[in-house]
């Protein structure tokens, strides 16, 4: 991770200071050897402690991310009570990704898919990649690098 990634992924951990955050940017060769976007993706997240999705992950476009972002920043997955504000909420997801050129693919795994998403599928659900009793993010890839925004939360 550069210094930027690093201080923004901190600065991410700090604000959202309920349940478990992980935020990650890392140069996409570094994480695996040449593959397709998927792989790259699954492999990432299972190097960070989860488990992947294969080809179950849903495909979302660089604003629906964002939404995405900002609403598991500003809120509590189990009860959805705000744990931090909007505007914060929406400068650390703007500043997430602005990390990805705009050729970037995001995908998710489920319930915080906007409806103006376009997704490629959505679950009504969500497919966990934690063992936590709920947990959803993005994770974004293009050329240069693989970044996850995941949030945690117990019940």
Sequence with gaps: MTSDSRDLCA??????DCG???CAIENRIFVAPPSSDLDTVNTFVVAHGFKA???RWIEIGARAAEKV????????????AQIMLSDD????AKRFMAMFCDSVRCFTNGTHVPQDARATKVSLGWMPISSTAFD?????????RVGMLWVEDED
């Design 136 to 144: 959803a993010g993005i994770v974004c890839i293009d050329d240069a």
């Design 53 to 55: 999705l294969g080809q």
């Design 11 to 16: 600065a991410i951990v700090h604000r959202r």
């Design 20 to 22: 478990r955050v992980t």
């Design 89 to 92: 909420a929406e400068l650390l």
């Design 69 to 80: 972002a900002i609403a598991i920043l500003s809120n509590d997955l189990a009860y959805n």
